[in-house]
């Protein structure tokens, strides 16, 4: 794709002295302040993170009742747990849990442009945003997941969440064999951003 | 038609996904995220929100609406070659800077000589600037967010109708995928009360207060005979201004 499209040869360069040069503007002219934009990514670094996301798969893994009003109440049953203050809060206002169970298999992408869940699983991966995947992910997400390395049955039906309006999906991907006894930490432990997306399955156990 | 309304299910993009799993590859890509994030937080628009914020009290000279939707309309805007062009935030940063030319922020003159100055020494200290409720009210937006659920709703269609996708012409800004426009799904779900949108779509139907719907569609009513062998449904959340009754506009 890159072949036929031509960069300035300062390509990152450029864009970092124009990105720097509009954050330094917006300052001088009282838009924002000095600390803004880092009290924004700090937000992202420190609290809206996947390990909320992770904390909820869990639950959901241990507790079956947890996980039937995680499907039927998302918001409701996350506000049930010890997180950050904000889980409702920017593309948190409408989450909405979709459950692989044995034979189904979630998938959520977003064709348009690249709506995400961020209280539960903070900013989304590059590709997540990719054109490539929402345009093929929509069309044939059997392919694109056994190509990502996901193990489908011929029989597991595949279903595809277009991200189109208010809500924010995410998945609760299948506890994976061999993993009673284990703790909620080393279960969290198993629980990936692309697990909860739906183009992988959480991690096995080591050793499995 | 736009090629960016269109982009789920585009045919010949056949080269392997990148699956890259960093949420940034620059660094600057940070803080045009978190420039956008920050002009969110301090749109007029949410003079107009669900949680009371008090716009009044935050003393930013941000005055005018940035939102989703602004951002969107931006990428949608685009020559569809430069779309595939450039990199996820690299049209982020084309946007957001034409917007705030746009809206005399500042000029061309004072963008191209700070980015010379930064270009030239990349390390230069930002301008120090407290003003700690401006902040403030940055780190409320995130937690409260901005929903646009309003009211009642007096939804059209229930659990398990039968709707046909409208075909309405390509605007500026929509939230259809182009994949769906003239095909049959079933409601499965209605979501509770009414929702507004941004902005205006203008004739493509968004705005006023209206029912919101997820719509299951099987793929072979989306894609005939190209459809992948065993794939299962297809989820949407489509506005009620892009459903018909089944047989109102016909079944393409």
Redesign the interface.
Known sequence: ?TAQ?G?PS?R??????????????????????????????G?FESE?TPLNGRKIVVRAWTDPEFAARLAADTPAAVAELDLP??M???????LAAVVNEPG?HNLV?C????CFPWPVL??????Y????????A???????LM??GVPLD?DT???????????RWFVVPQRPAGTEGMSEAELAGLVT??SMIGVALADSPPGR | MKLQHHLGGLEGLDSPIQFEKRVFVQEWETRIFGLHTAMMALSDSLRDAVPDYDMDAVPSTFSTTWTWADLRKGAEAMNPFAYFQYRYYEKWLGGITAYLLEHGYLTQEELDAAARRFHEDPAAPLPPAENPPVDDQVVRYLREGDSPRRGPADPAFAVGDGVTVRNPPAAAHTRLPGYLRGRTGAVERVLEGSYTYFCSTGADGLGEPMGVYVVRFEPVEIWGATAEPGAGALYAELYEAYLAPIDQEGHQ
């Open positions: 794709m499209f960069y300062d990152e360069e450029a864009s970092a002295a124009q990105v720097r040069a509009l954050e330094a503007l917006l300052i001088e002219k009282g838009v924002i302040t000095s600390g803004t934009v880092d009290k924004v990514l937000y809206m203050d904000g409702a809060g920017a593309e948190g206002e409408h189904i992408i064709s348009l442009c690249s903070g900013l989304p991966p590059y590709w945003k990719d054109p490539v995947f929402r345009a093929r929509a069309r044939e997400p059997r392919t694109v190509e990502l011929d039906e595949v279903r595809v969440w277009d991200s189109s309006g208010h809500s951003t692309e």
